[in-house]
């Protein structure tokens, strides 16, 4: 799929741009919680979000990782299952990126899976986002990897745990790396989302305690605990479900045994909210560590 990246001679001029401010991005960062076995980062466009996203994909060690499944929420059409991609090759400004045909395969054969539209998937920007980030990351590797788009749809609690399930056996393998695609808090009327606590100050004060409020929740690796906190305060987190995935991955590993960690490195916000006619997005970017 050619994405909305650029189109034909363009191609020649952003790679370059886009490499530079990656490369920008990543120098400015440190890498403490490598190698990740998962990370979360936002999927905005990188003037807002691109320098957070760094916290997370300086944690993924390109020597070890072979397969990258990266589970981005449906912004635009409805789903209450996971679809996957009809195409071969994801294109980005920096190289292409190849589909793993045999894990697709193995997907598949579950039954749990739709196939998203050559439409859908060209309009899904919270996959998307991450293409040329993954491409940066891995690029002193970039012939030995292959990566798994997942669309994850609105998915029921026990939907998540059944998809949990599925990709535990898959985050167990120390040479797959799970990228969760999800912003924070969307806050304003346009989001129709308004949530107050006076008593943490300005608006935007109460947006990020209420966002670091989800964020402790996820590192605490509790799902249950998650979706009672999405419950109370309907956070606008939109990859709730792919976090939510995440996390019965995680919990399903963690029954046999396997100890692991996550903590976030980073947040931020597209703008400070002050009043009711303002708005914003929030950022934050984390990783998993299997220890």
Same mark, same amino acid.
């Given at each position: 799929?050619?994405?909305?990246?650029?189109?034909?001679?363009?191609?020649?001029?952003?790679?370059?741009?886009?490499?530079?401010?990656?490369?920008?991005?990543?120098?400015?960062?440190?890498?403490?919680?490598?190698?990740?076995?998962?990370?979360?980062?936002?999927?905005?466009?990188?003037?807002?979000?691109?320098?957070?996203?760094?916290?997370?994909?300086?944690?993924?060690?390109?020597?070890?990782?072979?397969?990258?499944?990266?589970?981005?929420?449906?912004?635009?059409?409805?789903?209450?299952?996971?679809?996957?991609?009809?195409?071969?090759?994801?294109?980005?400004?920096?190289?292409?990126?190849?589909?793993?045909?045999?894990?697709?395969?193995?997907?598949?054969?579950? @039954?749990?899976?739709? &196939?998203?539209?050559?439409?859908? %998937?060209?309009?899904?920007? $919270? !996959?998307?986002?991450? #293409?040329?980030?993954?491409?940066?990351?891995?690029?002193?590797?970039?012939?030995?990897?292959?990566?798994?788009?997942?669309?994850?749809?609105?998915?029921?609690?026990?939907?998540?745990?059944?998809?949990?399930?599925?990709?535990?056996?898959?985050?167990?393998?120390?040479?797959?790396?799970?990228?969760?695609?999800?912003?924070?808090?969307?806050?304003?009327?346009?989001?129709?989302?308004?949530?107050?606590?006076?008593?943490? @100050?300005?608006?935007? &004060?109460?947006?990020?305690?209420? %966002?670091?409020?989800?964020? $402790? !929740?996820?590192?605490? #690796?509790?799902?249950?605990?998650?979706?009672?906190?999405?419950?109370?305060?309907?956070?606008?987190?939109?990859?709730?479900?792919?976090?939510?995935?995440?996390?019965?991955?995680?919990?399903?590993?963690?029954?046999?045994?396997?100890?692991?960690?996550?903590?976030?490195?980073?947040?931020?916000?597209?703008?400070?909210?002050?009043?009711?006619?303002?708005?914003?997005?929030?950022?934050?970017?984390?990783?998993?560590?299997?220890?």
């Amino acid at each position: 799929v050619c994405f909305v990246w650029a189109s034909g001679f363009s191609y020649l001029f952003i790679g370059p741009q886009l490499n530079a401010q990656l490369e920008g991005w990543l120098s400015q960062v440190q890498s403490t919680k490598r190698p990740a076995r998962a990370i979360i980062a936002p999927h905005a466009g990188y003037t807002y979000c691109g320098s957070c996203a760094a916290h997370a994909y300086k944690q993924v060690d390109p020597n070890i990782t072979r397969k990258i499944f990266i589970l981005g929420p449906s912004h635009h059409v409805p789903l209450s299952r996971c679809a996957l991609s009809s195409v071969d090759i994801y294109r980005t400004p920096l190289y292409d990126l190849r589909i793993d045909q045999k894990i697709y395969g193995e997907l598949w054969k579950t @039954g749990m899976f739709e &196939r998203m539209s050559l439409q859908t %998937d060209e309009d899904e920007h $919270s !996959i998307e986002m991450h #293409l040329p980030y993954t491409a940066k990351a891995m690029e002193s590797h970039k012939d030995e990897f292959t990566i798994i788009p997942v669309l994850v749809g609105a998915l029921s609690e026990s939907k998540e745990q059944e998809f949990g399930k599925l990709f535990s056996k898959y985050l167990a393998d120390p040479s797959n790396l799970f990228v969760v695609s999800s912003d924070f808090c969307h806050w304003g009327q346009r989001f129709r989302y308004s949530y107050y606590d006076e008593s943490q @100050g300005e608006i935007y &004060r109460s947006i990020e305690h209420l %966002d670091k409020m989800g964020m $402790s !929740i996820i590192e605490q #690796l509790d799902p249950v605990s998650f979706s009672n906190y999405l419950k109370k305060y309907h956070n606008t987190i939109c990859g709730r479900h792919p976090i939510g995935v995440l996390l019965n991955a995680i919990n399903e590993l963690q029954k046999n045994g396997m100890n692991m960690s996550f903590s976030f490195l980073n947040y931020a916000q597209s703008s400070q909210c002050r009043n009711w006619q303002d708005s914003s997005v929030s950022y934050a970017a984390g990783a998993l560590m299997v220890h």
